[in-house]
């Protein structure tokens, strides 16, 4: 637990900076109050997953039959005004990967991100998105990594989160990076990717990571700190 708060802190309470945050999965409606504290806490927030359908949806642009939530575009627009008051810069795809079927090895080609076709679904990011994350990472001191950027499960779709976890876990063997991910989802592409363990640190406290991302008391914690004084 020490470790895990240690890491923590690192991550978000006294950060290398600048500071890069990654956040992926499904949907922006489980994930509200994670993006409005991070947009006040770091300098880039890069947003994969099928939760970036939503966002490039509110901006206007046509999202074929991707995943995406119509009912929070107004919600997504505001996050993108205040990330912007803040001075957070939030790096939507500029491309991605779109197929008809959802299922592994699906045909599938790269398209820009404001010309998916109707029918098709967006499945992963494109190279050119990986390769602005890339441009932030290296530039970055630290990463909170917290969703995988695409359909992990099914391959080809996993290349947008494997590459950039290389890039993250070479960076941090080069002392360049101090890297922390965590979440469910978000430990299970680590692994996938094959750098769990060459990453800074990473958490499989599930739920208790995210709340604590999203700037929530641990009750645990509150009671070990009460205890302490």
């Known amino acids: 637990m020490e470790a895990e708060l240690k890491a923590l802190d690192a991550a978000l309470g006294r950060p290398a900076r ?5 956040v992926g999965g499904a ?8 993006l409005g504290n991070l947009m006040k806490k770091v300098e880039v927030l890069a ?22 939530e119509p009912a929070m575009h107004e919600t997504a627009r505001g996050i993108l005004s ?3 008051e803040a001075g957070c810069e939030v790096l939507l795809p500029v491309d991605l990967v779109v197929a008809e079927r959802f299922e592994a090895h699906a045909p ?6 404001e010309s998916v076709p109707e029918g098709m679904m967006a499945l992963d990011l494109g190279p050119r ?19 995988p950027l695409g359909a992990f499960e099914l391959p080809p779709f996993d290349r947008a989160t494997v590459e950039v976890a ?16 965590g979440g469910g989802d978000t430990v299970a592409a680590l692994r996938h990717a094959g750098v769990a363990d060459r990453l800074t640190y990473l958490s499989t406290a599930g739920g208790a990571f995210l709340e604590w991302l999203e700037g929530k008391a641990l009750p645990g914690v509150e009671a070990l700190a009460a205890a302490a004084a």
């Not at 949907?27 to 994670?34: A, E, M, P």
């Not at 998105?129 to 969703?147: E, P, Y």
């Not at 290389?166 to 991910?181: D, H, N, V, W, Y």
């Open 27 to 34: 949907k922006v409606s489980t994930k509200l109050d994670l």
């Open 82 to 84: 205040a990330a912007a």
């Open 108 to 113: 599938h080609r790269t398209v820009d991100a």
């Open 18 to 22: 600048p500071v890069v945050a990654i």
């Open 166 to 181: 290389e890039l993250a876990a070479s960076l941090t063997a080069s002392g360049a990076l101090k890297s922390i991910g």
């Open 129 to 147: 998105t990986v390769a602005a994350i890339g441009a932030r990472l290296r530039a970055a001191s630290t990463l909170v990594w917290n969703g």
């Open 47 to 68: 947003i994969g997953g099928a939760m970036a359908n939503t966002f490039l949806a509110a901006e206007g642009k046509p999202v074929g039959a991707s995943l995406q």
